[in-house]
């Protein structure tokens, strides 16, 4: 079995490095600075308009829709802050050195118009069923917005990028959330990840398939509450290396060009190593391009399929330009990246915070504090994830697949709990690229769909059409 992995993980690494990581590099973060220079910003130059619309100024009860833009918004965000933003981060610097995270910021920025324009397309082509109820995605809009340029290729196109959803499912967010949990319980607490495997598995299996809806409802709550502690003690231990700030920002942006000499953990040592490992593990964190969170999107309530771009805008912004930020200067001001022996993977962010909160005598609580934000937030995105997976399955298969579906899903958690984190993560990188590349080959060829969107929702800003809702 083991020579079997071996074997696979080769084959992996093979695509990610000659195929997958170019055709990434080419299409994701040009995409991006393509619309975002034809739509001049708007991810900037509209960033309070996409609060207000979160706010509910402009919301109306009768809009058509499942959600309001914030619930939408906070469920497109469990699926996303997670995994990414502990160990994506260290996985970043580990292989890339601190300049990947210039790299994670750009496909961020950029990342924030892409979000906008799939999740308006979403909007725009969702499909209203029998029931009331929405299904949306980047299936709905490859179908129905490129039928009349690609014919019976359109649908074709839609059901690859369905079966990559599915993948990307077990993938993204199943394997690599069920891995670091596994990782992190073990570093924190040698929990064998053979129990930590059998006991997620369990957990979502009781969740997703036995529809104890309880556990997640709880997670749900608690994910906010180790939020705000991880962002505050990410704060505390920033604040105490104050004085170093701005050269950390400097080792950034200069490592980003230039490359680090490779020491310690560091095994990255050129500047395209460091760019790419920057762009794939932004791509993991914020989703942007890949195609998902528009299936959540699509179920917001609003008559205006703009107005959901503009409020999926902010989840980039949030998850990666702020989130992943913290853990990167948690990292890179404690230095323990560079150390000898450096840890890979969450064992990076535990010492990064046992080094930050050591100087004000409570370093004792990191590992908990790491341990149990990651629990938290993994087990929400592969709940999320589980969402997803059902809207692609039900896509190809029909609604009946969905309980084999379950199933699947649910033992693809003890794999990912138990398989090397190599393997893991290199499965994620190959299988982001199948979902994002179809998906942004359509957002390029819907851009004239996009651009009258946009001109026609801004046309109606600027003329006063949209007064602010108080009901």
């Keep these: 079995m083991n020579a079997f992995l071996e074997a696979f993980d080769h084959v992996i690494q093979l695509y990610n490095e000659y195929v997958g990581g170019y055709?990434?590099?080419?299409?994701?973060?040009?995409?991006?600075?393509?619309?975002s220079i034809r739509l001049k910003f708007l991810q900037v130059t509209r960033f309070r308009h996409a609060i207000d619309l979160v706010k509910g100024k402009y919301s109306k009860h009768t809009d058509t829709g499942d959600v309001s833009h914030f619930k939408a918004l906070t469920t497109a965000l469990s699926g996303t802050v997670g995994t990414g933003n502990i160990v994506g981060v260290t996985l970043a610097i580990y292989f890339g050195g601190p300049g990947a995270i210039f790299w994670l910021w750009v496909t961020g920025f950029f990342g924030m118009m892409l979000k906008m324009v799939e999740c308006t397309l979403a909007q725009k082509y969702r499909k209203i069923n029998a029931d009331g109820s929405v299904s949306g995605g980047p299936m709905y809009y490859i179908e129905r917005g490129l039928k009349d340029k690609l014919g019976v290729w359109a649908k074709r196109l839609a059901i690859f990028f369905a079966f990559a959803g599915i993948l990307c499912s077990l993938g993204t967010g199943n394997m690599a959330q069920a891995n670091s949990i596994a990782d992190v319980l073990n570093t924190s607490y040698s929990i064998p990840v053979v129990y930590t495997g059998l006991a997620i598995s369990l957990l979502v299996f009781l969740v997703v398939v036995g529809g104890i809806k309880r556990i997640a409802n709880v997670t749900s709550r608690l994910v906010p509450i180790m939020a705000v502690l991880y962002f505050v003690s990410a704060i505390v231990v920033i604040g105490i290396h104050y004085a170093d700030i701005p050269r950390a920002f400097a080792l950034i942006?200069?490592?980003?060009?230039?490359?680090?000499?490779?020491?310690?953990?560091?095994?990255?040592?050129?500047?395209?190593?460091?760019?790419?490992?920057?762009?794939?593990?932004?791509l993991f964190s914020n989703e942007a391009g890949q195609g998902s969170a528009p299936m959540a999107h699509a179920a917001a309530k609003t008559e205006y399929p703009m107005r959901e771009g503009f409020v999926a805008s902010l989840e980039p912004f949030i998850d990666t330009i702020i989130i992943c930020t913290l853990t990167a200067l948690v990292i890179v001001l404690t230095g323990v990246?560079?150390?000898?022996?450096?840890?890979?993977?969450?064992?990076?962010t535990v010492a990064g915070f046992e080094e930050g909160l050591g100087k004000i005598g409570i370093g004792f609580i990191a590992r908990h504090l790491v341990a149990i934000s990651l629990l938290l937030f993994a087990f929400s995105t592969i709940i999320s994830w589980s969402y997803y997976g059902t809207r692609t399955v039900q896509y190809v298969f029909g609604d009946k697949a969905i309980k084999i579906y379950y199933y699947v899903f649910t033992l693809f958690v003890f794999f990912g709990s138990v398989w090397g984190i190599d393997l893991v993560w290199h499965f994620v990188d190959m299988v982001i690229t199948f979902m994002t590349i179809p998906n942004l080959i359509a957002l390029l060829m819907l851009f004239p769909v996009m651009k009258a969107e946009a001109d026609g929702y801004l046309k109606l800003l600027k003329s006063g059409t949209f007064k602010p809702i108080k009901d």
Excluded: C, E, N
């Design 337 to 348: 990246w560079h150390i000898d022996g450096a840890v890979k993977g969450v064992g990076m």
């Design 23 to 35: 055709l990434i590099l080419a299409l994701l973060v040009p995409t991006g600075i393509y619309y």
């Design 253 to 282: 942006v200069k490592s980003a060009f230039t490359g680090q000499a490779a020491t310690g953990g560091f095994v990255g040592s050129t500047f395209f190593m460091t760019m790419i490992w920057g762009v794939r593990r932004g």
